[in-house]
């Protein structure tokens, strides 16, 4: 039987080439080798606050972008979390199982809600609800960028503390961190990740930017100090931008660097571009190509494979903890 993998993205904002490169493309590179499911998280989404009609809008985009992206609905389990009524009763009994000092550590938290009176109770639980998409599928491998390593090890901690509470229930799954494109940064600061959230536009190529925007991004994106255009730590620009190049282009890491040896910055920068430009411009031709209903079709189809499973999981949960 085919190992599984359950991975998801949150319908909010727009996605860029960060989400793309740490996440997505992994998804599709690893879809046929597993069986895969692959969420749109919208009860994710309201843990902050969302207008009903862009969620509903946006809902539909992100199947869009899976889909245009490569995720195969013949080979993948493409489905909406509220979907499947499962994830959030999975996570109200994990809720109960997690402690509040390990919620408490999640650095996702301590950025976007401490301190924070306002911050919803359902921010503080986000990762439970996660720990709950991935376990209800009896996952073995979950493909996400860096930034979502610490919830996968909660992930593992409840799973292990459940077994070992009430008995063998639940595999324990493990990430897939992509060696290369896990942590794409920002453009204007590379220090931080290229961020949905960021108030800056220019921070960030979204999948879905014109030619033009993107050309002038690149152009304008901060560089270091120097003019070599190599792979190096210590100028993370650079390295930044050439990360990109390299997984966009295809062209192996080490003959980047030799690629780009003795041009500068600009010529560089004009190439990256190019790049970019050519390796979207497919993709938002496809995604023009999905109308709403068969979006619809694809989802409802999705969601009832995904519930078969989910319902097998949490009868079994139920039943071992003396609930029903
Ligand atoms: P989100 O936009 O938070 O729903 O994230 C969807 C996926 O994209 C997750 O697997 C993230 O880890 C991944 N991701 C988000 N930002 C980046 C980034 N800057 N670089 C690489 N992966 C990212
Ligand atoms: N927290 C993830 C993010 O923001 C999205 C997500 C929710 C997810 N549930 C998941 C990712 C389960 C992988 C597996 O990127």
Same mark, same amino acid.
């Given at each position: ?5 359950f ?16 996440a997505?493309?992994?998804w599709?590179?690893?879809?046929t080798e ?5 969420c749109?998280?919208?009860?994710h989404?309201v843990?902050? &606050?969302?207008d009903?009609?862009?969620l509903?809008?946006? +809902? ?5 972008i ?8 013949e080979?993948?389990?493409i489905?909406i ?9 999975l996570?109200?009994v ?5 402690? /509040?000092? @390990?919620l ?8 976007k809600g401490?301190?924070? @009176?306002r911050?919803?109770?359902g ?6 609800? /996660? ?7 009896? +996952? ?6 860096q930034?979502?390593k ?5 992930t593992?901690?409840?799973a ?8 063998e ?9 992509p060696p ?6 920002s453009?204007?600061e ?20 014109? &030619? ?10 901060v ?12 100028? &993370? ?6 990360t ?12 980047? @660097? ?10 560089f920068?004009?190439?990256?571009a190019?790049? +970019?430009?050519e390796?979207?411009?497919?993709f938002?031709?496809?995604?023009r190509?999905?109308?709403?209903? +068969?979006?619809k079709?694809?989802?409802?189809r999705?969601a ?8 097998e ?12």
């Amino acid at each position: 039987m085919k190992k599984r993998i359950f991975s998801g993205a949150q319908p909010t904002g727009k996605l860029h080439i960060g989400n793309y490169l740490g996440a997505l493309r992994n998804w599709v590179a690893l879809q046929t080798e597993y069986e895969s499911f692959y969420c749109i998280v919208n009860l994710h989404a309201v843990t902050l &606050p969302q207008d009903p009609s862009t969620l509903k809008r946006k +809902t539909l985009d992100l199947a869009r972008i899976y889909l245009a992206a490569g995720v195969d609905p013949e080979v993948s389990t493409i489905f909406i979390q509220s979907d499947v009524s499962e994830h959030a009763e999975l996570a109200w009994v994990l809720n109960c199982v997690a402690r /509040m000092g @390990e919620l408490e550590r999640m650095t996702q938290f301590k950025d976007k809600g401490k301190g924070e @009176e306002r911050a919803s109770v359902g921010l503080f639980t986000y990762p439970v609800l /996660m720990a709950s998409d991935i376990l209800l599928y009896q +996952t073995d491998l979950v493909p996400v960028g860096q930034d979502q390593k610490q919830h996968l090890e909660l992930t593992r901690d409840l799973a292990e503390r459940f077994n070992r509470d009430f008995g063998e229930t639940f595999v324990v799954p493990d990430p897939y961190i992509p060696p290369v494109g896990a942590a794409i940064m920002s453009l204007k600061e590379p220090q931080k990740k290229m961020s949905k959230s960021d108030e800056n536009e220019a921070a960030s190529i979204f999948l879905l930017d014109d &030619p033009d925007t993107i050309t002038k991004k690149i152009k304008k994106a901060v560089t270091d100090s120097g003019t070599a255009i190599t792979f190096d730590d210590s100028r &993370p620009a650079i390295t930044n931008l050439l990360t990109i190049y390299h997984l966009l282009s295809g062209l192996p890491l080490e003959e980047c @660097e030799e690629h780009f040896a003795g041009k500068g910055y600009g010529d560089f920068k004009k190439e990256l571009a190019e790049v +970019t430009v050519e390796f979207l411009r497919p993709f938002q031709a496809k995604v023009r190509e999905f109308d709403d209903a +068969t979006l619809k079709a694809i989802l409802r189809r999705g969601a009832e494979k995904a519930s078969a499973i989910a319902s097998e999981t949490l009868r079994n949960v139920y039943e071992r903890m003396g609930i029903r």
